[in-house]
């Protein structure tokens, strides 16, 4: 399959707090309890990764978005950069209106088991919350 992503060769492990959301859900279910130094290797379905194939949000578009010569068809599919240039969309129509169509965005990965490798470096416990300010008296 193709490698999604790796810390292999950077020169430092991925480092994230754990339920945080800043990794995939599927990934945190199955690490969870493990500890410092343990490996495990295990498939995560579409619906705990990137989702399932055309499970992706709809949004309605103007046509007058697109470029003039754009042909309106069911199933059409587009890339578009995103606003800030670090990547791209894709997405689909998946209804025509008058003005507007209905489009689709679709994930890159959407629909495919991913198959995880993962090694647990160090696991520290998480820092306690500051404590509450303190109130002035009137």
């Known amino acids: 399959g193709e490698l999604i992503e790796s810390s292999i060769g950077k020169g430092a492990p991925i480092v994230f707090n754990f339920a945080e959301g800043k990794m995939l859900p599927g990934i945190e279910k199955r690490i969870e309890g493990m500890e ?7 498939d995560i379905p579409p619906e705990e990764a990137f989702g399932a ?5 709809v949004r309605e578009m103007e046509k007058k978005e697109f470029p003039k010569d754009t042909v309106f068809r069911a199933s059409e599919r587009f890339a578009a950069k995103l606003p800030d240039e670090t990547g791209s969309v894709i997405f689909e129509i998946v209804e025509n209106k008058a003005t507007s169509v209905i489009v689709r965005f679709h994930h890159p990965h959407e629909g495919k088991t991913l198959r995880c490798k993962v090694k647990v ?5 998480k820092p306690p919350a500051p404590p509450p300010a303190k109130k002035k008296p009137d």
Do not use: A, R
């Not at 194939?53 to 949000?57: M, R």
């Not at 470096?121 to 416990?125: E, R």
């Open 36 to 42: 410092g130094g343990e490996e495990k290797e295990f």
């Open 53 to 57: 194939k055309d499970s992706g949000p």
């Open 121 to 125: 470096i160090s696991v520290k416990p």
